[in-house]
C-alpha cells in the first residue's frame, strides 16, 4: 500500500558484490513533482540503488514498487517502458551525430525506407518549449558545450516519456551558471509533474533544489531529512559519520620572495584556439593564488605551460627567478614544483599499478627507488607505508592497484606523492573534484600546510567555494586573460562571479 | 575499510596467491585447449582419427628418441622454440610500451642478413671474437631496423604499425637482392657464401643433434627480458608507459624517448632470433630462410601474456607443433596444414579473451580483491 502521491517506492533494496555489501535495505519513496536528493559520499551506495533501478543491476532482496504496483526491472529497456529516465555522469551520446539523431536513437520512425527526422524534431521542439529546455534539435552533440549536452540527455529521456528522472551527479560538469540553468530547469520538469532523482555529493546544490533528502553511508539510509530541518554543517556529518569542519581554518599568509613568474605567456589549446593570449602574474613563498574561472578559459592550458606539459607560443616561466625550459615537465619536477593534475584518472594515477608504484611515478628511478638501474622493490614498500599513515590513504595493502580504491583515496595517493618531493611550488588543479567530504577536508588542510612552511601555492579550481576558502589573493581569468584581481580576504562571491562571466 | 597498520609483518606487500597467479593463466591454457579440441574436429571431419594424429604428434615433437641419423625429437622442439622465444620476448617488449612491433619477420631478416656478412667476409678472427661479432651484428641491424620506426614515432607520430608492416618488405626486398647480387655465392642456387667456422654457433650435442647454443641464449634473453621488465627503472618506465602515457609524462617520464629505447631492445631480440638461426643452423644465408617465424611469434607473445615464463612455454608449444606436424603427417596421414588451423584457433581465442570466459565460466576465479572504499 503506497500514498497516492508516491510514484516510486523501493523497498528494502539489497546488493552485494563479492566482499562488500553496497546496499542494505534501503527504502526509498519519490513523490510526484518532487526532486529527491539522495545524498552520500562515493562508494556510499547511490549509484548501485540507481543501477538497480534502471535495471542494469538486480537486487538481491528487495522490491520495486511503481504507481502501486510492484514491478521488475530486468534491463534499461524495461525502465524506459515504465518512464523512468537516467541521465549518467557520463553522457550517453554520440557525438557525430545531430540531437535529433541522438534522441531518437533506437526509436526511429520512418517514412517508406528513408528515416524520417521532421516529425521528431516537432516533437522535440515541442518538449524543449514546454519545459523551457532550450536546444536546436539540428545542432551537432559535438559543437555543444557540455550544459546543453546534458539538456540533450535530458530531452532524451523526456522523449521516451519519462516521468521519473534519475541525474547522476548532474553538476560534477558544469558551470557555476550551467548549474544555475539546470536548477530552473528541474524547477520547471516537476512544476509539471515529473519526479527528480538527484544523486550528489555536493551540500550545497542539494540544499538549494531538493525538496527531501535521503542520506546514504555505506550502503544504508543513515537518515532522511529536508533542506530547512538540516543545516550544511549536520548533512555533512550524516554523510561523514563524524562531524566534518567545512571551513578552512588559516592564518593570515606571510608572503615571501617571487617563486612563480609567469611572464606574457601566449598558448594554443588543442584545437589550435588561442587559449593564453598574454598572461602574467607572480606567486610568493608562503601565499596560496586561487585562479577562479568558468572552466574551458585558459586554466588547462596555464597550468600545462607551468608544469612544462604544453609549448608557450611566447612568454616565459620562472622559477625562483630561473627561467623555465618549456617542454619538459622532468626539469619542473627537479626544480621543486609539484603538480596535482586536474584529471586525476587520466593524468594522475596509473590505475593498473600498485598503490606504492603510484606514490614514487616520479622518483622511481631516483636512489633509494632504484640502484644501479635496478628498483629497490623494499625502498618503495617503506615509502608507501610512510606516505600511507601520514596521508591516511585507506588501503588494504600497498600492492594494491591504485585503480581500485576510493576517489578520495586516490586523490590522497596524488597529494602524498607531490608532498613527498621537497617542494618550492605546488600547482593544484581541481584538487578535490571527485573525492569525498572527509578527503577535501583533509587534502585542504595539506594545502594550507604546505603554504605555512613556505611553499609558493596556484590553486586552480572551477569551485567557486574552494578558491575562496583556500585563497590568499584570487585571479579570475577569462578569455585567456586575467581579468581581475582580489585579496582573498576581503572577496565577495557576487563580485567574482561577474568577473567569470567576463563583466568587468 | 581494515587498518593497515593493524596486518602486522606483511602490511604493505601484496600477498602472494596461487589464485592471482592462475587467473593470469588460464585464459591462456583455456585457449590452447579449445584449439586442441577443435583442430581435432576438424579432423574428424576430414575422416581421420583425431586421437591418432595427436598421438604421433606428441610423439613426433617429444616422445622420439634418436638414432645415428635423426636428432631426439624433444631437442628439435627446443631448436624450433628457439626462434619463436627470442622473437616473442622482442614483441611482448613492445606490447608492454603499448607498442605493436609487426616487423619483427623484417628485424629478423635484417638481423640474419648482417651476421652472415661479418660471418662469411672476415676471416683469420680467433672464434671468440669472430662468433661474438657477428651475433652482435645480427642485434645491431635489428635494433636499427626497428629503431627507424621508433625513432618516426618519437619524433613525428607514426604509428609503428604501419612503419614496421612496410620495412618488413624493405627487408625482404634488401635480403633478396643482396642474396641475387652482391653477396652471391657462386652457384645454382641463390645463396651467400657459408660463413667462417670461426662464427658457427656451436651445437651442445655431436651430431645427428642440432641443439645449439642459441637455445642457451635464448633462455638467457628470457632471463635478461624478466630483470629488464620487472626489476629494472627502465621496465617500470616501459610499462607505465604502456598503462598510462599520459600519467607517465605528468610524472616526468620522456615518452618519446621510451618508445625509440623500446623499439631498439624489441628490434634488437628480434635480429638476435635471425643471428642465431644463420649462425648455428643455415651457416648461410638462402633467400627465403624463414617461413612467417616473426608472424607467428606475434601469436606467442599473445599467448604467452606478457610474462617470460609464459612466452617461454608458448614458445615451446609452437615449437612442439612445428616439430611434431611432419611426423604426423608421415604416420597418420592427417595434413600439417592442421597445424595452421590449431594456431589460428589459438590466436583467435587469445584476441577475444570474452569467448573463452563465456564457455569456461566454471573456471573463473572468484573476484579475490573488492574495490576499497
Given amino acids: 500500500m503506497t500514498r497516492p502521491d508516491v510514484v516510486l517506492e523501493m523497498r528494502g533494496i539489497t546488493k552485494r558484490f563479492p566482499g562488500v555489501l553496497a546496499n542494505d535495505h534501503i527504502n526509498l519513496d519519490l513523490r510526484k513533482g518532487e526532486v529527491h536528493a539522495l545524498l552520500g559520499e562515493n562508494g556510499a551506495g547511490k549509484s548501485t540503488l540507481m543501477n538497480i533501478l534502471y535495471g542494469l543491476y538486480q537486487p538481491d532482496a528487495g522490491e520495486i514498487w511503481l504507481d502501486g504496483r510492484r514491478v521488475t526491472i530486468h534491463s534499461p529497456r524495461d525502465a524506459i517502458a515504465l518512464g523512468i529516465g537516467m541521465v549518467h555522469q557520463h553522457f550517453m551520446l554520440v557525438p557525430t551525430l545531430t540531437v535529433t539523431e541522438n534522441i531518437i536513437l533506437g526509436l526511429e520512425t520512418r517514412r517508406g525506407l528513408l528515416l524520417d527526422e521532421a516529425t521528431p524534431q516537432q ?7 514546454d519545459f523551457g529546455l532550450e536546444i536546436d534539435p539540428e545542432a551537432y552533440v559535438k559543437d555543444l558545450p ?52 538527484f544523486i550528489s555529493h555536493k551540500l550545497k546544490e542539494v540544499k538549494a533544489i531538493a525538496d527531501r533528502i535521503t542520506v546514504l553511508r555505506q550502503g ?24 566534518v569542519i567545512l571551513k578552512v581554518d588559516k592564518s593570515p599568509a606571510q608572503p615571501g620572495p617571487v ?132 596521508f591516511d590513504i585507506r588501503a588494504p595493502h600497498a600492492e594494491v592497484p591504485i585503480g581500485k580504491l576510493s576517489g578520495g583515496n586516490q586523490q590522497k595517493a596524488v597529494v602524498a606523492r607531490e608532498f613527498s618531493r621537497p617542494m618550492k611550488l605546488l600547482v593544484a588543479a581541481q584538487p578535490t573534484r571527485g573525492v569525498d567530504v572527509g578527503s577535501i577536508e583533509f587534502i585542504h588542510k595539506r594545502i594550507v600546510q604546505a603554504r605555512d612552511a613556505g611553499a609558493a601555492v596556484l590553486l586552480v579550481s572551477a569551485e567557486l567555494d574552494e578558491i575562496m576558502a583556500l585563497s590568499d589573493r584570487i585571479l579570475v581569468m577569462f578569455g585567456g586573460r586575467i581579468v581581475g584581481e582580489r585579496d582573498g580576504r576581503t572577496a565577495r562571491r557576487e563580485d567574482i562571479g561577474l568577473l567569470m562571466m567576463g563583466k568587468v | 575499510m581494515s587498518s593497515v597498520t593493524a596486518q602486522g609483518q606483511s602490511r604493505s606487500a601484496a600477498p602472494f596467491s596461487w589464485q ?81 612491433n609487426i616487423g619483427a619477420e623484417g628485424q629478423l631478416y635484417m638481423g640474419a642478413l648482417a651476421s652472415v656478412v661479418v660471418g662469411f667476409a672476415l676471416s683469420g678472427l680467433p672464434w671468440i671474437v669472430h662468433l661474438p661479432l657477428a651475433l652482435v651484428a645480427g642485434v645491431l641491424a635489428g635494433a636499427l631496423w626497428a629503431g627507424i620506426a621508433g625513432w618516426l614515432k618519437a619524433a613525428r607520430g607514426a604509428p609503428e604499425v604501419v612503419v614496421t608492416i612496410m620495412l618488413n618488405y624493405i627487408a625482404y626486398a634488401v635480403v633478396n637482392y643482396m642474396v641475387n647480387g652482391p653477396i652471391r655465392h657462386t652457384g645454382t642456387a641463390p645463396r651467400t657464401p657459408d660463413i667462417q667456422a670461426s662464427a658457427v654457433l656451436p651445437t651442445l650435442l655431436p651430431a645427428p643433434e642440432r641443439i645449439h647454443w642459441g637455445f642457451v641464449l635464448a633462455i638467457a634473453c628470457a632471463v635478461g627480458y624478466y630483470f629488464l621488465l620487472y626489476r629494472s627503472a627502465l621496465g617500470l618506465r616501459i610499462r607505465l608507459v604502456g598503462a598510462n602515457r599520459e600519467a607517465a ?25 635471425g643471428a642465431i638461426e644463420v649462425l648455428a643452423l643455415y651457416r648461410y644465408l638462402p633467400t627465403e630462410f624463414t617461413t612467417g617465424y616473426g608472424f607467428e611469434s606475434i601469436a606467442v607473445a599473445l599467448l604467452g601474456q606478457g610474462h617470460p615464463v609464459g612466452v617461454a612455454l608458448a614458445a615451446l608449444l609452437f615449437g612442439a607443433l612445428a616439430n611434431g606436424a611432419g611426423y604426423m603427417q608421415f604416420s597418420s596421414g592427417v595434413s600439417n596444414y592442421i597445424i595452421a588451423v590449431m594456431q589460428a584457433f589459438i590466436i583467435v581465442f587469445v584476441a577475444a579473451p570474452g569467448i573463452v570466459r563465456d564457455l569456461f565460466r566454471w573456471a573463473r576465479p572468484k573476484r579475490a580483491e573488492v574495490e576499497v572504499e
Fill in chain 2, 249 to 273: 609524462r605528468y610524472a616526468g617520464i620522456n615518452v618519446n624517448s621510451t618508445y625509440l629505447i623500446t623499439m631498439v631492445i624489441s628490434g634488437g631480440l628480434c635480429g638476435m632470433a
Fill in chain 1, 146 to 197: 557540455v550544459g546543453v549536452q546534458q539538456r540533450v540527455e535530458i530531452v532524451k529521456a523526456l522523449y521516451r516519456n519519462a516521468r521519473v528522472l534519475v541525474l547522476d551527479e548532474p553538476t560534477a560538469v558544469l558551470t557555476p551558471l550551467e548549474v544555475e540553468s539546470l536548477f530552473s530547469t528541474l524547477r520547471a520538469l516537476v512544476k509539471r509533474g515529473v519526479s527528480v532523482i
Fill in chain 1, 220 to 243: 544504508r539510509v543513515v537518515g532522511s531529512t529536508t533542506p530547512a530541518e538540516a543545516g550544511e554543517a549536520q548533512l555533512a556529518s550524516m554523510m561523514v559519520g563524524r562531524p
Fill in chain 1, 259 to 390: 617563486v612563480l613568474s609567469v611572464r606574457d605567456v601566449k598558448a594554443m589549446s588543442d584545437r589550435r584556439a588561442m587559449a593564453l593570449q598574454g598572461v602574467s602574474f607572480d606567486v610568493r613563498a608562503g601565499e596560496i593564488v586561487g585562479i577562479a574561472g568558468v572552466e574551458g578559459n585558459g586554466q588547462t592550458e596555464l597550468v600545462e605551460v607551468i608544469t612544462g606539459l604544453r609549448q608557450p607560443l611566447a612568454g616565459q616561466v620562472l622559477l625562483c627567478g630561473q627561467p623555465l625550459p618549456a617542454w619538459s615537465p622532468r626539469a619542473a619536477i627537479d626544480r621543486g614544483m609539484s603538480h596535482i593534475p586536474e584529471d586525476r584518472y587520466k593524468y594522475g594515477i596509473v590505475a593498473a599499478y600498485s598503490l606504492a608504484i603510484n606514490l614514487v611515478l616520479s622518483v622511481f628511478h631516483r636512489p633509494p627507488f632504484s640502484r644501479n638501474g635496478l628498483l629497490q622493490r623494499r625502498a618503495i614498500l617503506s615509502n608507501a607505508e610512510r606516505l600511507v599513515e601520514e
Fill in chain 2, 20 to 100: 592471482r597467479v592462475w587467473s593470469g593463466v588460464w585464459p591462456a591454457v583455456a585457449s590452447v585447449v579449445l584449439a586442441l579440441v577443435i583442430a581435432g574436429a576438424v579432423i574428424t571431419i576430414t575422416g581421420a582419427d583425431p586421437v591418432a594424429a595427436y598421438r604421433a604428434l606428441v610423439e613426433g615433437a617429444l616422445l622420439r628418441e634418436g638414432t645415428a641419423t635423426r636428432p631426439t625429437a624433444f631437442l628439435e622442439t627446443l631448436v624450433s622454440a628457439t626462434p619463436y622465444l627470442v622473437l616473442a620476448l622482442g614483441i611482448s617488449l613492445g606490447f608492454a610500451a603499448g607498442l605493436f
Fill in chain 1, 123 to 129: 516533437r522535440i521542439r515541442q518538449i524543449s518549449r
